[in-house]
Nanobody, 120 residues
Framework: QVQLVESGGGLVQAGGSLRLSCAAS????????MDWYRQAPGKQRELVAH???????NYADAVKGRFTISRDNAKNTVYLQMSSLKPEDTAVYYC??????????????WGQGTQVTVSS
């Protein structure tokens, strides 16, 4: 069983910064990708940042130049550094990992979500 535990959400003023963390634990053979999603009230969940095991990254247009995804493989942890935050960034942020188990079967796992609120 794999568990993703998120932290770092909270209330911040527009223009401020937050750093989200997501730590994966359990019987993990490898983690092929770790991503950040968000879901704002009344909207569908959307991909914010994508990171592959090969080191490539991609970002949603709305956050390019402001958000940075990074990974600490030794700790099985992915981070999302958010800067120049806007009220439009207010959402529940979710970590997602594509995990290969020791059985060699792969699954997508979700964190519990953490609330980010940006005040104007």
């Amino acid at each position: 069983q794999v568990q993703l535990v998120e932290s770092g959400g909270g209330l911040v003023q527009a223009g401020g910064s937050l750093r989200l963390s997501c730590a994966a634990s359990g019987s993990i053979f490898s983690i092929n990708a770790m991503d950040w999603y968000r879901q704002a009230p009344g909207k569908q969940r959307e991909l914010v940042a994508h990171s592959t095991s090969g080191g490539s990254t991609n970002y949603a247009d709305a956050v390019k130049g402001r958000f940075t995804i990074s990974r600490d493989n030794a700790k099985n942890t992915v981070y999302l550094q958010m800067s120049s935050l806007k009220p439009e960034d207010t959402a529940v942020y979710y970590c997602n990992a594509f995990v290969q188990l020791h059985t060699r079967r792969a699954y997508s796992y979700w964190g519990q979500g953490t609330q980010v609120t940006v005040s104007s």
